[in-house]
């Protein structure tokens, strides 16, 4: 099988990807001991997989594959579970949310492996600065075209994603006045953004080797996309998610981007068209300076309003896909918080306002995302 061919995969399974903080237990700024962190986690049988980051603050916790919910959400907790009582042998906290509070990007140090030197040779200091965390949500699809107007169609629902997973108003010891600072941080590459309008698998695949043949890319992994299919997986990929808080919130993520995969692609409610790329750098930016308090521009309505109405009404159009599926109390649990305009970055802005201090916040957020603490009221 060539490198491009799209693996078909069992349609609508999910499976997600987290990046994690690594704190030290003294101070709370970021530790840089993901490899001692990682050898002892090679020796505990895991579902998933945990891998290295960019720096050596930060691993990835990768799921195993999926249908439902409920699953999801097991192999999360225990994966936590395993990742948290090794990282305490360390001395090592681990956290959720978007953005380490006040750690220097200056201080970090890339993780040794020659993709990621690869990225600092190119980059520059953009690669330090990439220490930021994000959840990644895989979708299956039956082929490359369901997966290329998957990819078109999602995008209208990216502001979706950034507001509901928003948990990075902190950045550099500064309040960002954004729900989700870590976005920027993944603008500034050359290669973000979003897919080109392509109408099929065929047209994609010329626009991906003309970028191979100009040096542009050298495999699917340069493409930083909020959405991006991935070809070897059979998936397509959501990237714009901040890593929640907590596993539970993670796992609700998932479904609900598979109960909108599934009412996509058996609904085919609109064909795919360009408009939904004229208004993405706007509704982009309302969900993560203001999160669910956003406006959003419906391309396909062409009308704007609030974004916290536009995610109730899709999450009550696609329950019953949720339902079908097993996801249904935690689409349901998604919506009470958005009733509630009550995000992540809300939790740490409360938590910073009660303790004054962002290291005992980080404190807080450690203890929260091992499950030591219940979740605050909005």
Known sequence: ??????TPS????????????????HDYD????????????????????????????????????????????????????AVVKEAGMLNLRVCGGGAHPFH????????????????????????????VFGQHIHVGCPSGDDAVYLVHM??????????????SPFYQGEDTSFQSSRLTAV??????????????????????????????????KDFYWDIRPKPEYGTIEIRVCDTPLTVGRAAALAAYAQ???????????????????????FNRFEAARFGLRGQIIDPFAEKKRPLADDVLDAIAGVMPQAAALGGADALAALAADVRSAYS??????????????????VRESAARWAGDKPRASG
């Open 1 to 6: 099988m060539a490198e491009m061919d799209f």
């Open 10 to 25: 069992p349609e609508l399974t999910i499976g997600v990807e987290l990046e994690l903080q690594l704190v030290q237990s």
């Open 30 to 81: 970021l530790a840089r001991d993901a490899a001692e962190l990682l050898a002892r986690l090679e020796k505990v049988p895991l579902a998933g997989a945990v891998k290295p980051e960019i720096t050596e603050s930060m691993i990835e916790l990768n799921t195993s594959v999926h249908r439902r919910h409920a699953a999801l959400a097991a192999e999360l907790e225990a994966t936590r579970d």
């Open 104 to 131: 220097s990007w200056s201080a970090r140090r890339i993780f040794p492996t020659e993709r990621f030197k690869h990225i600092l040779e190119r980059y520059g200091y953009l690669a330090k600065q990439f220490t």
């Open 154 to 167: 999602m995008t209208r629902y990216v502001p979706h994603f950034i507001a509901l997973s928003a948990a």
């Open 187 to 220: 603008n500034a590459f050359p290669l973000a953004g979003h897919m080109p309008f392509v109408k099929d698998w065929a047209e994609f695949l010329e626009y991906y080797e003309r970028m191979r043949a100009f040096g542009v890319v050298e495999s699917m």
């Open 259 to 281: 109960a909108l995969a599934r009412w996509l692609l058996d609904e085919r409610p609109q064909p795919a068209k360009r408009a939904v790329y004229l208004v993405n750098a």
């Open 344 to 361: 992540d970055a809300d939790w740490l802005r409360e938590r910073f306002a009660a303790n004054k201090s962002l290291a005992h916040t």
